[in-house]
């Protein structure tokens, strides 16, 4: 399941995380990426260790925290910090799948388990060419390039890559969830319905039977599909 998430970030954020970038070091992006991924990765990132990515992670996980759609699409046990990175033209990230499992950074060692990976945009389409997102989905190829401040979310499992950027600089922030549902087609079902329900509470009050008998079958579907 692949679901676009509009304006995760306010204006302000953004211009913010933009200016903060602007100023921040860039290295290469083979350091975070697996032996496959790393060959067919070119592209910048700022270090995961600097103040500018602990900061701008940090207003990434904030918008995170009070977006309900993510909260939905997602349901995150554990997110890795956000990480930021740009590709110039002729950069590129070719068909790779994500790692699995990532070492979560400052506590010793604990790991998790990436089942979706999400992108958020911090580059206006119309500022460069190239640069789409392509994920191989259950219904096929969709290729994505959305406004500043969107972002996508799919399963860690799927192929994917970047088109090369032909002009311009695309930055973005990408990073990896643990869901509580690991399974992809058990998750979007729990979707699904929490927007039936949403839409059903729009048409008849909250103390209506349907609306109950629905809200208790969302929450005994995550009570037996999440794990903690
Ligand atoms: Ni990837």
């Not at 500043?148 to 922030?173: C, F, K, N, Q």
Request: aromatic share 8%; net charge negative; with cysteine.
């Amino acid at each position: 399941m692949l679901v676009h998430i509009p304006n995760v970030l306010t204006a302000e954020e953004l211009a913010h995380c933009r200016r903060a970038l602007q100023a921040s070091p860039w290295v290469d992006g083979r350091l975070t990426a697996g032996d496959q991924a790393a060959k067919s990765k070119n592209n910048l990132q700022i270090p995961v260790d600097s103040d500018e990515s602990r900061e701008l992670g940090e207003i990434v996980l904030n918008a995170l925290a009070r977006n309900p759609t993510f909260n939905s699409a997602v349901l995150p046990l554990r997110v890795l910090p956000p990480m930021f990175n740009r590709y110039d033209v002729g950069m590129t990230f070719g068909a790779h799948v994500d790692n699995a499992i990532r070492t979560v950074p400052g506590t010793g060692g604990m790991r998790m388990r990436a089942d979706i990976s999400s992108t958020l945009f911090l580059t206006d389409p119309q500022d460069y060419d190239g640069g789409e997102l392509v994920v191989e989905d259950t219904y096929g190829m969709q290729s994505v390039k959305l406004p500043a401040g969107d972002m996508v979310v799919y399963p860690s499992s799927s192929l994917h890559r970047v088109e090369p950027i032909t002009r311009g600089s695309r930055w973005g922030s990408f990073f990896w969830s643990q869901s509580m549902v690991k399974d992809d087609g058990l998750r979007a079902m729990l979707y699904d319905l929490d927007i039936a329900i949403i839409e059903t509470r729009r048409q008849l009050d909250d103390d209506n039977p349907a609306v109950l008998g629905l809200v208790n079958h969302y929450h005994n579907l995550l009570r037996r599909w999440a794990e903690l």
